[in-house]
Every structure is written in structure tokens, then in C-alpha cells.
């Protein structure tokens, strides 16, 4: 029981202090909404190499409201007025389904990522809220052969069993060392506990059994399971060999430099907080942990990490300090895949990149993020250690 009141402790403490930092924002009335690591680098990139990742040009949002944004189930605090989504064509038979979550002042988006394959049937990453919108956007688009569960991360579990339930013949994969309030799986799918079907666990090693999906799209699982962490850390990375795309949870970001924050935020949030100039500034940094620092009219950490390829810094103070050899070992494997552009389930995607890009986001503060940036993450790191909440820390991530 220790191991899971720690978790809990370490995420009461980062909400406390990302709410602690900032005023509280006024919600958006109902009648008002509108659409509109750790290690050093192998290799350096060259100076051209490193202004050649762009987030790539996307289509305007498809949404339908009348179809229902409500979702009654009680997994993550809902958001006010309702769930929208928003989905996205990225090109090349590729979707994203955006959603905003919310908990306390920390508000980010977070994507369901969806493929279609060579049968015309869909492959579908990180299920997000199933409310009557995303449904209904999800049904024009095909039919669902696959579901997959990338990661242990709560945000990208918690809607899944209900999501499951509503395309009971889609085949089911998961990622190892699930753990938490839903339940518990290990390396195959008679460990599970889960509240769903599984049929198979995501592989580890190519000699473990591979997904249906296999000839098509290619799968390399990071898995670590520490003493003394709240439960295993596992991620899925996936590589559509028809398009060269590197699909991945949490694994990197594009942030993108905003003079307002993306529209989505206009169903939750009103007009006058909206339009505020520091809104999206401060939403990014609450999202990534970074401290509210403004200089004058700048805000020193959201420069550092916006419109480049970037590891989150809450992943590189809590997750890769902790298990750096592991972390690159993946990354490195990853990198081995001639993908041309990235699709991930937080902020904006599609983006061209290398792999020599997406390498080089898992140097050491490879964006010289300002010491007095990270001083939240250095505090609950400090909490973590104090307290002995956490596994041991191997690195710097300064």
C-alpha cells in the first residue's frame, strides 16, 4: 500500500503547487461555447539538422456538438460544459480526436490518434472520452479493427474500458505493467485484471508475440519497473511503415508558439480569460511542470520549449533521471526506424522530424532551460527524495 499512497502524494504535491502558482480562470458559460534523459548524445546534430523539424499544415477541425459532449462516467474531473472533441485529418489515412482535460489549474489537450490501414479499417491509439461527438466523428471515418492502450499514464487509461465497450469486436492490446485504480496486467493477457478484454499485451522484445497489425505497423515498448515508483512506466512507440510515421504517447511534444491557445479552450474557458496574452503561456507551463517565471513580457520556459521537438520536462525530472540507461536504450531503438514525421497525443501533431530530432530531445536540458524554470520540478524532486516517494535518482537533468 505504501507504493500507492507515494503516487498519490507526488501528484497531490504537483497540483497543489502548479495551483498555488497561478489565479483562478473564470469558466465559459454553457450558452456561449464556440468552435471556432538522460544521457549524453551520441552525436551531435549539424546547425542545418536542427531547424529542420516543422509542425506540418493541418486541416481545420471537424466538430459536431449536437451529437453530445457529455460523458457520465466519473474517471477523471470532468470538464465544464462538456467534452468537446475536435478531430483533425493529418494526412496519409492518419486522425487525431482532441479532447481538453482539466484538474484543478492544469489544463492540457490530449489526443486519440487513429490510422487506417491497408483493409481500410481502423487502427486506433489512446482512446480518448467516447461522448455522442467523438462517436459519431469516429464512425464516418470506418470501422474499428484494433484498440490499443500505449501506457501506464492515467490520462491515457482512464476513458479505455468505456471506450472498449462500445466496439466490443475490435481486437485489444495493451501495454505491460498496468497498474492503479482500474486494475493490473503483466505479460500476457491471462495476468489482467482489467475492467475489459484483452487480447494481447504490447511486445517487448521481437520474440514476444506480435500484434495483428505487425506487417504493417511496428511496435518497441519501453518498461521499467522500479523499487520504491508507485508501479511500473511502460510506453509503446509505433512505426507505420506505408507512411514513415513514428506514433507515440507522451515520448515527445511540438509545442507551438501561440498568440492564443488552440480553439478547443473556448469550450471551457471564457472570453475574457481566452483572450488574455499570458493564457497560453501559462496553460503550457502548468501542463510541463515548468515554473510561472515571467521576464518583463517574456516567459523565459515557454520559449525554451515551444516550436522545436521537445521531451517534456516533468518526464525528464521525474521518469528519466530514474532510469536514464533504460530510457536512451529506447530512444536509441526508436531512432533506429526511418520515420519522416512524428504523431503524438499531446499539443500539436503531425511535425516533420529525424530521428537524429527526436534523439536529441532526451539530451541533457538540450533546450537550456533556465535553472530558475525548473524550480517546481526541483522542489517536488526534493519532496520525492526527502520522503523517500520515489526510486533512486541516477542523473541531472539541468
Same mark, same amino acid.
Given at each position: @500500500?505504501?507504493?500507492?499512497?507515494?503516487?498519490?502524494?507526488?501528484?497531490?504535491?504537483?497540483?497543489?503547487?502548479?495551483?498555488?502558482?497561478?489565479?483562478?480562470?473564470?469558466?465559459? =458559460?454553457?450558452?456561449?461555447?464556440?468552435?471556432?534523459?538522460?544521457?549524453?548524445?551520441?552525436? /551531435?546534430?549539424?546547425?542545418?539538422?536542427? #531547424?529542420?523539424?516543422?509542425?506540418?499544415?493541418?486541416?481545420?477541425?471537424? &466538430?459536431?456538438?449536437?451529437? +453530445?459532449?457529455?460523458?457520465?462516467?466519473?474517471?477523471?474531473?470532468?470538464?465544464?460544459?462538456?467534452?468537446?472533441?475536435?478531430?483533425?485529418?493529418?494526412?496519409?489515412?492518419?486522425?487525431?480526436?482532441?479532447?481538453?482535460?482539466?484538474?484543478?489549474?492544469? $489544463?492540457?489537450?490530449?489526443? @486519440?490518434?487513429?490510422?487506417?490501414?491497408?483493409?481500410?479499417?481502423?487502427?486506433?491509439?489512446?482512446?480518448?472520452? =467516447?461522448?455522442?461527438?467523438?462517436?459519431?466523428?469516429?464512425?464516418?471515418?470506418?470501422?474499428?479493427?484494433?484498440?490499443?492502450?500505449?501506457?501506464?499514464?492515467?490520462? #491515457?487509461?482512464?476513458?479505455?474500458?468505456?471506450?472498449?465497450?462500445?466496439?466490443?469486436?475490435?481486437?485489444? !492490446?495493451?501495454?505491460?505493467?498496468?497498474?492503479?485504480?482500474?486494475? &493490473?496486467?503483466?505479460?500476457? =493477457?491471462?495476468? $489482467?485484471? /482489467?475492467?475489459?478484454?484483452?487480447?494481447?499485451?504490447?511486445?517487448?522484445?521481437?520474440?514476444?508475440?506480435?500484434?495483428? !497489425?505487425?506487417?504493417?505497423?511496428?511496435?518497441?515498448?519501453?518498461?521499467?519497473? /522500479?523499487?520504491?515508483?508507485? +508501479?511500473?512506466?511502460?510506453?509503446?512507440?509505433?512505426?507505420?511503415?506505408? &507512411?514513415?510515421?513514428?506514433?507515440?504517447?507522451?515520448?515527445?511534444?511540438?509545442?507551438?508558439?501561440?498568440?492564443?491557445? =488552440? %480553439?478547443?479552450?473556448?469550450?471551457?474557458?471564457?472570453?475574457?480569460?481566452?483572450?488574455?496574452?499570458?493564457?497560453?503561456?501559462?496553460?503550457?507551463?502548468?501542463?510541463?511542470?515548468?515554473?510561472?517565471?515571467?521576464?518583463?513580457?517574456?516567459?523565459?520556459?515557454?520559449?525554451?520549449?515551444?516550436?522545436?521537438?521537445?521531451?517534456?520536462?516533468?518526464?525528464?525530472?521525474?521518469?528519466?533521471?530514474?532510469?536514464? $540507461?533504460? &530510457?536512451?536504450? !529506447?530512444i536509441d531503438d526508436v531512432c533506429r526506424w526511418p520515420f519522416e514525421r512524428v504523431v503524438t497525443s499531446h499539443f500539436a501533431s503531425p511535425f516533420a522530424a529525424s530521428p537524429a530530432e527526436v534523439r536529441r530531445a532526451f539530451g541533457q536540458n538540450p %533546450?537550456?532551460?533556465?535553472?530558475?524554470? !525548473?524550480?517546481?520540478?526541483?522542489? /517536488? %524532486?526534493?519532496?520525492?527524495?526527502? %520522503?523517500?516517494?520515489?526510486?533512486?535518482?541516477?542523473?541531472?537533468? #539541468?
Open positions: @500500500m505504501r507504493r500507492r499512497r507515494s503516487y498519490a502524494t507526488l501528484l497531490a504535491l504537483g497540483v497543489l503547487l502548479a495551483d498555488a502558482a497561478a489565479p483562478r480562470a473564470n469558466l465559459r =458559460p454553457a450558452l456561449q461555447q464556440a468552435l471556432p534523459r538522460r544521457a549524453a548524445l551520441a552525436t /551531435l546534430l549539424t546547425p542545418a539538422a536542427a #531547424h529542420a523539424a516543422q509542425l506540418t499544415d493541418q486541416n481545420a477541425p471537424v &466538430t459536431r456538438p449536437e451529437a +453530445g459532449r457529455a460523458f457520465g462516467e466519473a474517471i477523471l474531473p470532468p470538464v465544464p460544459f462538456g467534452r468537446a472533441t475536435y478531430r483533425y485529418d493529418l494526412g496519409r489515412g492518419a486522425y487525431a480526436f482532441e479532447q481538453l482535460l482539466r484538474f484543478q489549474n492544469v $489544463s492540457a489537450t490530449v489526443r @486519440m490518434n487513429v490510422q487506417r490501414l491497408r483493409n481500410g479499417k481502423l487502427w486506433v491509439v489512446a482512446p480518448v472520452a =467516447p461522448t455522442g461527438e467523438c462517436l459519431s466523428l469516429l464512425k464516418d471515418i470506418g470501422e474499428v479493427e484494433h484498440l490499443v492502450l500505449p501506457v501506464t499514464a492515467l490520462e #491515457h487509461k482512464a476513458f479505455f474500458g468505456p471506450f472498449q465497450r462500445q466496439f466490443p469486436s475490435a481486437s485489444v !492490446w495493451a501495454a505491460p505493467g498496468q497498474y492503479g485504480p482500474f486494475g &493490473t496486467l503483466g505479460f500476457s =493477457p491471462e495476468t $489482467s485484471t /482489467l475492467p475489459f478484454r484483452v487480447d494481447g499485451v504490447l511486445p517487448r522484445t521481437k520474440k514476444d508475440k506480435q500484434p495483428p !497489425w505487425s506487417s504493417e505497423i511496428e511496435t518497441k515498448t519501453f518498461y521499467v519497473d /522500479l523499487p520504491g515508483n508507485a +508501479g511500473p512506466v511502460a510506453e509503446a512507440a509505433f512505426f507505420h511503415k506505408d &507512411t514513415k510515421t513514428l506514433f507515440v504517447t507522451d515520448a515527445v511534444s511540438w509545442i507551438p508558439r501561440l498568440s492564443r491557445a =488552440p %480553439n478547443i479552450f473556448r469550450t471551457s474557458f471564457d472570453d475574457k480569460t481566452y483572450d488574455n496574452d499570458d493564457f497560453w503561456p501559462k496553460s503550457v507551463l502548468q501542463a510541463v511542470f515548468l515554473s510561472l517565471r515571467k521576464d518583463g513580457q517574456r516567459w523565459p520556459g515557454y520559449d525554451a520549449i515551444t516550436d522545436k521537438v521537445v521531451r517534456a520536462p516533468i518526464l525528464a525530472a521525474f521518469a528519466d533521471i530514474r532510469a536514464p $540507461s533504460e &530510457t536512451i536504450a !529506447w %533546450n537550456k532551460i533556465d535553472a530558475r524554470d !525548473w524550480k517546481q520540478l526541483d522542489d /517536488l %524532486n526534493k519532496v520525492i527524495v526527502d %520522503n523517500d516517494l520515489g526510486a533512486v535518482i541516477k542523473g541531472d537533468y #539541468h
